[in-house]
């Protein structure tokens, strides 16, 4: 996606040697207008498949699906909570998450009310590094016997090894923008 490209290039920054930072438009200040062109180009991506529900994982996640799922006949967006709260059900589908920017391993739930067998869910989520929050939705996504159709992101590091992890899962992987490379601080788009 050529605009998400430009917008990368624009307003993002580098953080180390690995770590994209985007907070002006997706991960902290959320540009609005943007995300409906990427919740439409998320619906383009995957026109052809039946989708009952969309899943994704808090935090950044849900504005992502929330719009995007005005693109697909307003299906309900879960997500998954790495918070343990009194509020949540007690029955619930949980799995860990090793945590890519944050180092260490959490526990991520949804409701066993939100996820039922056989409804086709479409996994989105901000970023794609190693894969581990997307296997962990998937792990979920079997608990409770849906459908993965497939995952939406809109930035794949292509320099590390989610994308293999998800596809040698038999897993359909669409990125919206392909960072093939982060070189002396400046971003290189595949
Ligand atoms: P993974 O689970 O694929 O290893 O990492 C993906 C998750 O880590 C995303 O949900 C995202 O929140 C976070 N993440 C990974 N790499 C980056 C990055 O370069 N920038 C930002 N902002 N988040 C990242």
Same mark, same amino acid.
């Given at each position: ?121 479409? +996994? ?6 190693? =894969? /581990?929050? %997307? !296997?962990?939705?998937?792990? $979920?996504?079997?608990? &409770?016997? #849906? ?6 992101? +809109? ?6 090894? =989610? /994308?293999? %992890? !998800?596809?040698?899962?038999? $897993?359909?992987?669409? &990125?919206? #923008? ?13």
């Amino acid at each position: 996606m050529k605009s998400l490209q430009e917008k990368i290039l624009k307003e993002g920054s580098v953080s180390g040697s690995d770590i994209l930072k985007v907070d002006s438009f997706l991960n902290h200040q959320i540009d609005i207008r943007f995300l409906n062109e990427i919740g439409k180009e998320f619906k383009e991506r995957f026109k052809e498949d039946k989708v009952d529900k969309i899943l994704t994982i808090e935090a950044s996640g849900i504005g992502i699906a929330s719009i995007a799922s005005q693109y697909f006949e307003n299906v309900p967006v879960v997500f998954a909570k790495k918070v343990e709260s009194k509020n949540l059900d007690k029955e619930v589908y949980e799995t860990k998450v090793y945590s890519f920017t944050k180092g260490k391993e959490y526990t991520v739930r949804v409701s066993k009310k939100y996820l039922n067998k056989g409804e086709n869910i479409l +996994v989105v989520d901000d970023f794609l590094a190693n =894969g /581990r929050a %997307v !296997l962990g939705l998937n792990n $979920i996504i079997n608990q &409770s016997g #849906a459908n993965l159709v497939g995952v939406g992101i +809109v930035i794949e590091k292509g320099f590390q090894e =989610g /994308r293999k %992890v !998800l596809e040698d899962e038999g $897993i359909r992987v669409e &990125s919206l #923008a392909i960072v093939e490379s982060i070189q002396d601080g400046k971003v290189v788009f595949k």
